[in-house]
């Protein structure tokens, strides 16, 4: 019996190396740029590469923002939709981190967070080139609900529409970038 023992083992071991295969996920880590939570910095970032600055707020122990990473920020399509159109950051809001707010006051990440009126998580606020909030999405979204919400934003239906009516209106006849 115990000679079976060994090749068992093993067997285990080779398959913990090659994990099954990912059908186009990776890690969430990808959909953001690295940043330095200079909030000023990232404004013009995402205004050279003409772009919006979106970003997720979250903490630590979330179960909704690591649902959020796992099942729809890994996806390729996410990040590709996003990485074109978006310069994404995240912002950890018990965070200790030094950050500089919009209008260059230093503080921590909690503070900002407080400062833009972020309680709860997941939240992805979007933000123009000065730094106004645009849109506000709260909780967690599937794949192509956040994917409509980055359109939302792009098109400039927040402006006069209801997010949630807008999207079942999507939903129910269009897709992304329709």
């Known amino acids: ?88 950051i995240p912002m950890d809001i018990r965070g200790a981190l030094d950050t500089v707010d919009f209008t260059g006051k230093a503080m921590t990440q909690k503070d900002f967070s407080i400062q833009q009126n972020v309680r709860l998580t997941p939240v992805f606020i979007y933000y123009d080139e000065t730094g106004k909030e645009l849109h506000r999405l709260i909780g967690f979204y599937d794949r192509e609900e956040f994917l409509l919400a980055g359109d939302f934003v792009l098109s400039g239906a927040y402006k006069t529409e209801d997010f949630f009516l807008w999207l079942k209106k999507k939903k129910a006849g269009k897709a992304v970038g329709q």
């Open 1 to 88: 019996m115990t000679m079976f023992r060994f090749p068992l083992l093993f067997a285990l071991a080779l398959a913990a190396l090659h994990p099954a295969p990912s059908f186009a996920m990776g890690t969430a880590d990808a959909f953001f740029a690295p940043s330095f939570n200079n909030m000023g910095e990232e404004l013009a970032l995402a205004r050279d590469a003409k772009k919006l600055l979106v970003i997720m707020y979250e903490q630590e122990g979330c179960p909704f923002c690591w649902k959020m990473r796992r099942d729809v920020l890994s996806r390729k399509e996410v990040q590709d939709y996003y990485k074109e159109r978006f310069h994404a």
